[in-house]
């Protein structure tokens, strides 16, 4: 499975309110060639559960839309049949950038849309290849993860393309997405021993770790 993702900065709050002036909107761009769609409200951007060092990206909303491969997101993208904004009016967009992944689900997330949702910006150590990345990740990462208390779900995405500081390294190397029940199970799963056992992996190739709470709309299809 390929997720094109919108990773978003609004100009102003993206409140409650302002998001259900919006929906009719972001419904009508997501599409129809996608095989889902999912808007993620960022409703929170503590690091939640870890003491980890941080990017200073910050983000107001992550847009993903859910293809077969890449050559389907690619003419998807040719054909402008979906808009990576989600139908934000343009004054509200401040900035806006889109990766290209490769998705991996370990546990499938939650089927009724319940829980909490928790989306992490990974970039990789400068020394480690992104070969080497994918193998951890991938590896030993996904072994450890789902042995967290209390985890509901967690899917990895793999960044096969997106923006690059002006050394050309990748300002986005992975995506998590992690379903809890709720905020006190986050900071309990990741003070377990499990937990330390997990971040003391995550510091042999993590350099930083940017994480949001979402309040996920799915808009259609998969999510």
Known sequence: M?????????AVELSDQSFSTYEADIRRASGTQAQGAVFNRVIDR??????????TTELDAIAQ????????????????SFSLSMGLPGPLVADMQSILCLQNTVIEPP??????????ILRKRPEITAEEFQRQW???????????PGIQGYRQNLVIDGPRDPEGNMLADGMVELWFEDGPS??????SGPGHSLMMHAQE??????TFLVEPHRIHGIA
């Open 65 to 80: 839309f859910f293809f077969p491969d890449v050559s389907a997101s690619m003419t998807a993208a040719t054909l402008g």
């Open 186 to 191: 986050i900071e309990r799963a990741f003070q």
């Open 205 to 210: 190739f993590i350099a930083e770790i940017s």
């Open 111 to 120: 089927k009724t849309g319940g829980g909490l949702k928790r989306m992490s």
């Open 138 to 148: 991938f590896g030993l990462h996904a072994v450890l993860v789902p042995r967290l």
């Open 46 to 55: 503590s690091q939640k559960g870890i003491d980890y060092a941080r990017s």
């Open 2 to 10: 390929i997720t094109v993702m919108g990773l978003i900065q609004t």
